[in-house]
């Protein structure tokens, strides 16, 4: 009975997805159902921010791979091999590469091609689990201040463990409905990221969940939240900031229409996103069609790409923002192991952290954790090394069996080769695998358990 059930949401959500999409798409409706059929290509990005030659493990596991158009960062597996898990990776493991479409990243581009400071305060309203916000640190070279928002517990902790482990320290999250986040926040932020919760119709013929969900109501229903998010990040947005909006969803009322809705009700002016490089906009109204970016995977124009819909504001108006933000100082004498940031220190921990901080906000989490003090030593977490090698304790020990180097960073001890200092990091050929000790003749794992959780 609930089975029969089930199956015929499922022909009705169906029947009524393709009839709506064939209104918009005409004779092209086959090829553009056909495209979100395909099976999804593997890309992944490398970390920006780090300089550890992390494509040389694919390399030595013989997996090929091409770097993809628009961003020098991005790859992707050259046969969509089932066999080959990017999860399960050195790399992947110590915050090295990040799984993620390249559509994802768009949002990130476009909001760094268009920023006019260097030091931006920025908020990520909706992040996690993290793909733009570790991007968006990387991109910038971990400057300036990102405030990363996420209102479901469990998806903000996701959101903390892809911070922590891509070692994005000048990141701070917070977890609030970001409806409300404008009356905490008015005119700060240089640029806003409102990479918005939507219908996911990219991803209709590969998640269950998507397709029987998938109604009109339900597009309506995101439809009015996107409007609600879109304004409270405006107001968080100072004059002359830029506002970026993205979804991974064709619906044009979730698109086009919440673009035609800001530039009707707030003082904004639609930035040129597309430049002609793109799929173009699906409202009919070409003075929003030819400016906001859409990737329809049936044009073929960018091959692999998932379903993207990408749009840019600024805010009319100039002048200095209603910044309520402090520039902290370090009240640790450590020298700090990067530029525009400080270490600050609680019960012990150490902690590294933007040198900016807004006030009269709530954070879950302020910057990345940089290490321990022990009597009057540090002890560096593993992620520091992950992202400073050797630059934070100058003893390197390298090792060159790969199945000695993932029992490593899986959590496991190691037999001792020559070594003659206590501790140090430990190295597969040039990537740091974390930080050990020598205890007994064998090489202590310091990897922060939080990061062996859920790891078979
Ligand atoms: C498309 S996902 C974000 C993906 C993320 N930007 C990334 O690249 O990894 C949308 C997010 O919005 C969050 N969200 C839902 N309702 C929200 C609200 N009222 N305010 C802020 N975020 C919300 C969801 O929990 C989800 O994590």
């Given amino acids: 009975m609930l089975i029969k059930y089930y199956l015929m949401c499922k022909r009705v959500s169906m029947h009524s997805f393709v009839e709506k999409y064939r209104l918009i798409f005409g004779s092209n409706i086959d090829n553009f159902l056909q495209s979100l059929k395909l099976p999804k290509e ?22 090929p791979f091409s770097r993809c158009d628009l961003f020098d960062n991005v790859y ?25 479409n390249p559509s994802s990243l768009l949002p990130v581009k476009f909001l760094i091609e268009n920023i006019d400071v260097d030091e931006p305060v920025i908020l990520d309203m909706a992040s996690a689990p993290g793909g733009k916000t570790t991007a968006l640190s990387e991109f910038l070279d971990r400057r300036g201040l990102i405030v990363a928002n996420e209102p479901s517990k469990s998806r903000l902790k996701d959101l903390n ?47 269950n969940a998507v397709l029987n969900n998938w109604s009109e109501t339900l597009v309506e229903r995101l439809a009015k939240l996107q409007r609600e998010l879109i304004e409270s990040a ?32 707030y003082d904004v002016e639609l930035i040129d996103l597309n430049k002609g490089d793109f799929d173009y906009g699906l409202s009919g109204n070409s003075n929003i069609d030819k400016k906001v970016v859409r990737i329809l995977p049936h044009s073929g124009r960018y091959p692999g790409f998932d379903g993207f819909f990408v749009a840019g504001f600024r805010k009319k108006g100039g ?24 270490i600050y220190e609680i019960k012990n921990d150490l902690y590294l952290s933007p040198k900016y901080q807004i006030s009269g906000l709530k954070y879950e989490k302020f910057g990345t954790k940089l290490g321990k003090k022990i009597k009057n030593m540090v002890e560096y977490s593993s992620q520091a090394c992950w ?57 202590k794992n310091k990897i922060d358990r939080y990061f062996l959780r859920g790891l078979k």
């Fill in 42 to 63: 593997k890309f992944f990005r490398l970390n920006l921010a780090r300089n550890f030659n992390y494509l040389s493990e694919f390399e030595y596991l013989n997996i």
């Fill in 76 to 100: 992707k597996l050259k046969e969509s091999d089932k066999n080959i898990r990017l999860s399960d990776t050195i790399s992947f493991f110590t915050g090295g590469i990040y799984i993620q």
């Fill in 161 to 207: 463990f892809n911070i922590e482990k891509n070692f994005a320290y000048n990141v701070a999250t917070v977890s609030y409905d970001g409806r409300v986040l404008h009356k905490y926040l008015s005119e700060v932020f240089d640029a806003v990221l409102l990479d918005a919760p939507c219908s996911n119709e990219n991803k209709i013929f590969h998640d």
């Fill in 234 to 265: 405006c107001f968080t947005l100072r004059k002359g900031g830029i506002l970026i909006y993205s979804t991974c969803t064709f619906s044009i009322e979730e698109n086009e229409q919440i673009v035609e809705y800001l530039l009707s009700e």
């Fill in 319 to 342: 002048g200095i923002s209603n910044r309520n933000v402090k520039i902290l100082n370090s009240g640790y004498g450590l020298r700090t192991p990067a530029e525009d940031s400080i």
């Fill in 387 to 443: 992202e400073f090698g050797d630059k934070l304790i100058k003893k390197k020990l390298v090792i060159d069996d790969y199945e000695k180097a993932k029992k490593f960073v899986k959590g496991e001890n190691l037999k001792l080769k020559d070594y003659d200092n206590k501790e140090g990091v430990l190295f597969f050929k040039d990537i740091p695998l974390g930080y050990f000790k020598i205890v007994d003749g064998r090489i």
